[in-house]
């Protein structure tokens, strides 16, 4: 599933899973916005040593599979996403700031997990890539016509 990451004197694996919440659990995350998110993350993944595994979101939340290096701390990592994520969704979509009262996109907290490759990654990394999933069936069984 992962690469070991290589270093001079190091081999590591240091996969986490992360959430962070909407400020106010505001429900911010349409089509739109969760598009600019996953583009921006690619730009997080080429400046910084951070791989996104797996970005699953729901509206009001988004869950993060991230793969990083031993020097960056997790709190380093989150503010990272969090800080890039919000300054750049602010700037593409001015009606979320709004929406958010002219406040922060992210709640003060954060989930984090360390996940193992040998344990439970996949299932890690499949209930992230299956948010959503629910409200989508959903819609498609109230469109259906009887």
């Known amino acids: 599933m992962n690469e070991h990451v290589y270093k001079h004197h190091n081999k590591t694996l240091l996969l986490y899973h ?3 919440p ?3 659990r505001r429900e911010v995350f349409n089509e739109s916005v969760s598009k600019t998110l996953k583009e921006v993350c ?8 951070l791989h996104f595994v797996e970005i699953g ?12 290096v031993p020097t960056m701390s997790v709190t380093k990592i989150v503010t990272i996403i969090k800080s890039i994520t919000a300054r750049e969704i602010f700037a593409k979509h001015k009606e979320v700031k709004k929406f958010l009262w002219g ?3 992210w709640t003060s907290g954060f989930y984090a997990n ?3 490759e040998y344990a439970n990654a996949e299932g890690i990394q499949q209930y ?6 629910y409200k989508k069936i959903l819609e498609q069984q109230l469109s259906f016509d009887f």
């Open 22 to 24: 909407a400020k106010y």
């Open 128 to 133: 992230i890539a299956n948010q959503g999933a």
């Open 18 to 20: 992360l959430v962070f």
């Open 114 to 116: 360390t996940v193992s």
């Open 57 to 68: 979101m729901e509206e009001n939340h988004v869950h993060f599979l991230v793969q990083s």
């Open 42 to 49: 690619i730009g997080i993944s080429m400046r910084y040593e």
């Open 103 to 105: 406040g922060n996109l």
